[in-house]
RNA sequence: GCCGGGGUGGCGGAAUCGGCAGACGCGCCGGACUCAAAAUCCGGUGAGCGCAAGCUCGUGUGGGUUCGACUCCCACCUCCGGCACCA
């Protein structure tokens, strides 16, 4: 079948069998299918125009352990699609007069025959398409769905606005310490403006249970942090006026009341109105008004000087009964906690500069015991060394006894109580945009916000609108999609015209992958059923709080309403890294360092590109991109190609008569076999069935755990072994073709189209993605021989070579025989001998001094 | 400032429940093949000393624990990512 030494060009082999595979739907996922599924997805692209290199790396190594799991007797689904709405397709619109349906249309043709050229094993059948009218239709329902359940409502807020993409932003979608839009850098700022929200404040504790998810370490922190609980009290702080309610601060040290000397209220804050005293209203609306002005950023900074103005107004200390000024300062934020806060200067850095500056006494009531206050600073760290000072009865408790007994007081008093607060805030949804899912509601004059019929469903976007951004909706500009009647009432309406956040669309895409062609519902309940939760999700881990929390709550929502049965979207995720230009940084098409993908493909093939990708590092840490090593990776598959076809080179010989089971030839044996050449050859087969069978374990292992750079190089040992061997003439024994079978089986995930024409030439039963996984014999892949290290006082010196099972007893008599061991004892005995069982063995001399 | 992750040959990286540092690959040096080159194959390649056997040093820095430390502990330096007046 094969000319001898035909040359290896993945060029004549790669596009046919992709063009079989697709021919034979042979990735496709049956929901019949009786074997215990595996849902493993990637993230899907947002179809920007071409293919990147870092899709490439994100798809191949999820890829990897699609095709390995099948092979090991899974169902897999492995699905793939496009995040299709979104601003750029309307920044084209503008720029170059593209309308956005058809510029996303196009990518996505590009990027799906693009995509092709991977050689994953997608199930295209499963496509999901989120602009297309039937996705978003479903994308509308779930809205009405939160909206019945409380879960989405409107509400005027200070928002964050981007003032370049004139449209609002999600507080996660703002980012960095001069607080940028996400997607195009521009610093944002704060609008009062009347949005939509989700209320995932609702599921803020339970998002902070990962127990039943197993999920990178950083990626739940980062959660954990964004969602920022802290535990504490809210306090009531008596306001010395007539027939004004008291005022509450939330604070995490109740511990330190005591020492509450001020108070400082958010200039937004309600109260500010009606206690502000006559002679200080000048002053104060003036800082109220400053404050408005300043950006986010200058009112963000911490290395800003604390500044406020004292309203003419006091507060009492509910403990101490003391007389307390209260103050407006901007660093007491109007959104977090009661947007008031007791001042503990003495306790609290911020508290401590604000002190300092207006002249407001210091009062430290938690010290280490037998301590001495500090001078010029706050004490901030609380110990269990710490008790509580000049507390009243509570002093000489410990700073978390202070806390318990001082919560339960006030509580007790009616005066305070226990308190929780979070730093997350509610996902803003809707955005002044076009291309996105219009938000089903309609106005009635009389009713209100209405949510439309779900009979009435989609509420298609219009092709004919301007989209020249004016802060507004393009939508508004449409008055045919403008006016609607009343689900209520049937009288006239005006239709809402923003759109909501793609985050929303891709928030329950993997439920829409289990049945995309389902048009009754938003997903079939059954198939959902099947294939939820997803078992493993990979993708890029700057979603931490975006994406990957935004699913998880719509999940939790969706099962409370009855819609699902389960508590979690993905059971395990893995991240993968970044691929950086050649000259360390982020590619771009400014830096000019971008690589293209068809370029490397039309030269190396796609195996290559993939191998090499996998073979940069570890996965889930990217790197710079070193474009000399992909000949290196290149070479390998051309000595994959050699190896199997072994009549091609080397010095093959038959050995006649000599079966697989009899090549053993125990190497220690005292008597050396009759035939010393066949002898010689029993060993290399031994030691090619060895390499075979460690093989077969560390690739599955390093599969699994996502260590492709590892399974590569010990795929390219075994290459090369299987070189070795045929030069010494093994090529025809059943050793050497269960080692390049196995090769070919280990690899093929990695490089699909090369095994599958090896596999193919070598008779192979199509398709090699359809055969069993290799099993692997602990038996075969033990040595009978081990070579163990030899220290003397921690250094290594000699080598024993000894069957595994020898005795420790034989081992330190033959380590402490050694010319080299003796050597360094010079006739002493050993002060000891240490062994570790299989791994080495240390002799340590007396020394010069004991001990 | 707080949280997290890294610093290992000329380069990418391997080894981390303490046990042969540098697997695999790139690059480089030497050789084979060739008229020559490319391709391919073989050998060498952490540094220093030595004719050699071998010795010494070596995983960001400085200490420590241990028979033994890239791995554990303490204190730093530095790079990358996230958060940032959250009371």
């Known amino acids: 079948m094969t000319d001898r030494g035909e040359r290896f060009d993945p060029r004549t082999y790669e596009p046919g069998w992709r063009e079989r595979w697709a021919a034979d739907d042979l990735y496709r996922a049956d929901d019949a299918d009786p074997r215990a599924k595996h849902y493993l997805l990637t993230m899907y692209p947002y179809p920007s125009g071409d293919l990147h290199i870092g899709h490439w790396y994100a798809a191949t190594g999820p890829d990897i352990v699609a095709r390995m799991r099948r092979m090991q007797g899974r169902n897999v689904m492995f699905p793939m699609g496009f995040d299709s709405f979104g601003l750029p397709a309307e920044n084209a619109a ?185 002679d200080r209203a000048e002053e104060v609306s003036a800082y109220t008004a400053a404050a408005r002005r300043e950006t986010e950023i200058e009112r963000m900074s911490a290395e800003r000087e604390k500044a406020g103005v004292f309203i003419g107004a006091f507060a009492v200390n509910p403990m101490t009964d003391e007389r307390i000024p209260i103050w407006i300062a901007d660093y007491v934020l109007p959104g977090y906690g009661t947007g008031a806060i007791m001042g503990v200067p003495a306790h609290d850095e911020r508290d401590y500069a604000f002190a300092v500056r207006y002249d407001l006494p210091i009062r430290y009531v938690v010290l280490p015991r037998g301590g001495e206050a500090p001078v010029g600073k706050a004490l901030v760290a609380h110990t269990d060394d710490e008790v509580l000072v000049a507390s009243g009865d509570f002093s000489g408790m410990t700073a978390a006894d202070g806390i318990a007994a001082i919560t339960e007081e006030l509580a007790e008093r009616g005066q305070g109580a226990a308190s929780v607060t979070y730093k997350i805030r509610d996902w803003l949804i809707s955005r002044q945009r076009y291309w996105g899912a219009p938000i089903p509601i309609v106005y009635c004059p009389e009713h209100g916000p209405q949510p439309v019929p779900e009979d009435n469903l989609p509420v298609l976007l219009p092709h004919d609108v301007d989209f020249a951004p004016t802060g507004v909706s393009p939508l508004q500009s449409n008055e045919e999609f403008l006016a609607a009647s009343c689900p209520v009432c049937a009288g006239p309406a005006r239709r809402e015209t923003d759109t909501m956040d793609t985050f929303v669309d891709s928030s329950w895409y993997f439920l829409r992958y289990c049945a995309p062609k389902e048009d009754g519902f938003a997903w079939d309940p059954a198939a959902v059923a099947h294939w939820m939760p997803v078992d493993l999700y990979t993708g890029g881990a700057e979603h931490a709080v975006l994406h990957l929390m935004y699913a998880r709550f719509f999940v939790k929502a969706l099962r409370d309403m009855g819609l699902l049965a389960f508590d979690e979207p993905f059971l395990a995720l893995r991240n993968q890294g970044q691929i950086l230009g050649a000259d360390h940084h982020r590619m771009s098409k400014s830096r000019g360092n971008v690589v293209n993908p068809d370029d490397l493909t039309s030269r190396f093939g796609s195996d290559t590109v993939r191998c090499f990708l996998m073979f940069i590092g570890p996965w889930d840490q990217g790197g710079p991109w070193n474009p000399s090593s992909i000949e290196g990776v290149h070479r390998f598959l051309g000595r994959v190609w050699a190896v199997a076809q072994p009549d091609s080179g080397g010095h093959p010989r038959q050995i006649p008569g000599m079966p697989l089971e009899s090549g053993v030839w125990p190497p220690g044996s005292s008597a050396p076999p009759a035939d010393q050449e066949l002898a010689t050859l029993e060993g290399g087969m031994r030691a090619l069935r060895q390499a075979t069978h460690r093989t077969i374990q560390d690739v599955s292992e390093d599969y699994a755990g996502f260590h492709f750079n590892t399974a590569l190089s010990k795929l390219m040992e075994l290459t090369n072994a299987l070189g070795a061997a045929r030069d010494e003439g093994l090529a025809l024994t059943d050793a050497y073709t269960e080692a390049l079978e196995t090769l070919l089986l280990l690899l093929a995930p990695m490089a699909p189209h090369i095994t599958e024409e090896l596999w193919s030439r070598l008779g192979g039963a199509y398709s090699i993605h359809q055969q069993a996984w290799p099993a692997f014999d602990p038996g075969l892949a033990a040595a009978e021989m081990i070579e163990l290290p030899v220290q003397v006082d921690g250094k290594l010196r000699d080598r024993l070579v000894v069957a595994p099972d020898t005795a420790p007893e034989e081992i330190e008599r033959l380590a402490l025989a050694s010319e080299r061991v003796q050597a360094y004892l010079k006739g002493r005995a050993p002060r000891k001998v240490v062994q570790i069982p299989g791994r080495l063995v240390n002799v340590v001399t007396p020394g010069d001094s004991p001990g």
Request: charged content about 25%; some cysteine.
């Open 94 to 278: 503008i720029d170059r007069g593209v309308h956005p349906a058809e510029w996303t249309a196009s990518n996505i043709d590009r990027m799906r025959a693009q995509f092709r050229t991977m050689g994953c094993m997608f199930d295209w059948s499963r496509e999901v398409v989120t602009s297309d009218p039937e996705y978003y239709r479903w994308t509308q329902w779930l809205f009405v769905q939160f909206f019945k359940a409380g879960l989405a409502y409107r509400a005027m807020a200070p928002v964050d606005w981007c003032p370049k993409d004139q449209v609002v932003l999600a507080r996660e979608q703002v980012e960095g310490a001069d607080r940028h839009c996400w997607r195009c850098g521009t610093p944002v700022v704060k609008r009062d403006l009347e949005q939509w929200f989700f209320r995932t404040t609702r599921y803020a504790d339970e998002l902070l249970d990962f127990t039943q998810i197993d999920w990178p370490e950083p990626i739940r922190l980062m959660q954990t942090n964004w969602i920022g609980r802290s535990e504490g009290a809210e306090i009531d702080f008596a306001v010395e006026a007539d027939g004004v309610a008291p005022i509450r601060v939330f604070t995490t040290r109740p511990d330190t009341v005591f020492g509450a000397t001020f108070m400082v209220l958010a200039p937004e804050h309600p109260s500010v109105a009606t206690l502000t005293a006559p």
